[in-house]
Nanobody, 119 residues
Framework: VELVESGGGLVQAGGSLRLSCAAS????????MGWYRQAPGKQRELVAA???????NYVDSVKGRFTISRDNAKNTVLLQLNSLKPEDTAVYYC??????????????WGQGTQVTVSS
């Protein structure tokens, strides 16, 4: 599976962005997909996940602000980021994961997309 992330940018606190991840190869509709982020000096963390059937899971710090969704016809997983905070600044990546509550990535990482939130 190859993954290409896009949609990042520079936004003021309180603003919104929509990230997109295009997947190629494999059977996308069967995959559990996740969005991760890695801030400078910190470990990469899973922030949102969506099952093949559309069930979702979020890390507490983004609940109510981020929304993950998928379009199986387009082999795409989206992450809507609302009410952004400076602490959301990070490089965001998507990946195939082994389960809705399991953050083990299964595919090679893409290049990621940078999200920068100014205060």
């Amino acid at each position: 599976v190859e993954l290409v992330e896009s949609g990042g940018g520079l936004v003021q606190a309180g603003g919104s962005l929509r990230l997109s991840c295009a997947a190629s190869g494999g059977i996308f509709s069967m995959y559990v997909m996740g969005w991760y982020r890695q801030a400078p000096g910190k470990q990469r963390e899973l922030v949102a996940a969506i099952s093949s059937g559309g069930r979702t899971n979020y890390v507490d710090s983004v609940k109510g602000r981020f929304t993950i969704s998928r379009d199986n016809a387009k082999n795409t997983v989206l992450l809507q980021l609302n009410s952004l905070k400076p602490e959301d600044t990070a490089v965001y990546y998507c990946n195939v994961i082994s389960g809705l509550f399991n953050d083990r990535p299964l595919a090679s990482w893409g290049q990621g997309t940078q999200v920068t939130v100014s205060s």
